[in-house]
């Protein structure tokens, strides 16, 4: 049997006029989005897209094969879907009766067995052929994911693995140390993004802590992975992994927790302040042409209301700094609405409707058109701020007598982030070294003060 040009797929699959009709929910079913090797396949209008039916995800056959690289043909006569991978010689196929019905999927030469559990391919009524997603993937080797927020097929074709290189014998070292054979490329590239100890984002939305690539096989990572961790090796390499307190002892960023006495005066939070000013001045007028905002003298109120939550207010306060660009405000947030820290801004407006949580309402509100929460007063923002990285460090409630402030508290996953450096991926998206910024760009500077 001559293999087909992936060119052709199309006409073959919309020449699938067979008798049948498929499942009357097939139009009706939810759509699906489809992403091959971090690439988002592009459906054409009018073609058949994946869809979720009885709680199985079926995706187009014609789409899958050709995005993975495979030859696909149909024979209407024994109603057979045959696939044959790049790297296969196209092999006989197995004797099927004419008179069966049911549609028969063979990959290089053996048919797939598909459980009725997990559902069976059928023809749509565009005349496209769907399988379950599960079934398919794995037949051909592939890893399938399934994002349900965002109604997304993530398929990840699994790399060709290359045949080692024969072993040559040679003469042992004429040395007492041992010979180590060096680590390959991939292997110490995860080893280096474990000891930044810090978060990553990984292409389906999920974080990973990178200590936890140490458990991890490099042969499971797909090449776009290899690259995202390039990427973030090459950012997270800008900053050093400790750092040199006043008193001369050295930390690791990574063990900096988020609760804990500041370590920063608030006379020293202002020196800091006082001596970017000019800085700051400068680029607002010179480089963005914009009015420059007198700098609000908050370093009292982080430090006071930090302290009755167990919270290091100094980094809190280097941490408002970061977020409100020295609070210039150049992002959606406007200085009137007290918040320091971009509670709520989603990049979306409010509605004015949405739900306190619990939250004071004589200390926050919403309003329609208005990017984030809106707080009373400077003390109300702060104590929001604070609250919110209270939720993120310890699973404790509210110290006694403490009203709730912060809208999103009741949002967060209580604990996730005991340390400022797992805030990243977290607090900030991707936020690869959120955390090491606000303590290196921001609350060094101000412990030389």
Known sequence: MGRISKFMLPFLFSSLLLAGAAPSTAADGHKANIVVNGTPVTIAAGDQPAVILQGRTYVPLRVISEYLGCQVQWLPSTRQVVINREQSQTAGLPDRPVKLREIQIIVD????????????????????????????????GCQVNWRQAERTVEIYKAPETVPPAPVVPVEPPATDIPAVMPATSEVALLQELASFKTNLRLPDKTIIYSEDLLKMDPAGFSPEHMQLFRQYRDQLRKYDTRIKLPDGNMINTADLTILGPSIASADQLRAWIAAETPRIKNKMEQQLNRQFIPIPDLADLYIKIGAAYGIRGDLAFAQAAKETHYWQFTGDVQPWQNNYCGLWATGTPCTGQESLNGADPAQVRFEPGVHGAIFATPEAGVEAHIQHLYAYATTNPLPPGKVLVDPRFTLVKRGIAPTWQKLNARW????????????????????TK
């Not at 059928?122 to 997603?133: C, D, E, G, K, S």
């Open 428 to 447: 900030a998206v991707p936020g690869t070294t959120y955390g090491q910024s606000i303590i290196h760009d921001y609350w060094k500077p101000a412990l």
């Open 109 to 140: 030469g053996k048919e797939l067995a598909i459980s009725p559990e997990v559902g069976q391919p059928f023809i749509t009524a565009a005349n496209r052929t769907v399988v379950p997603l599960r079934v398919i993937g794995e037949a051909l």
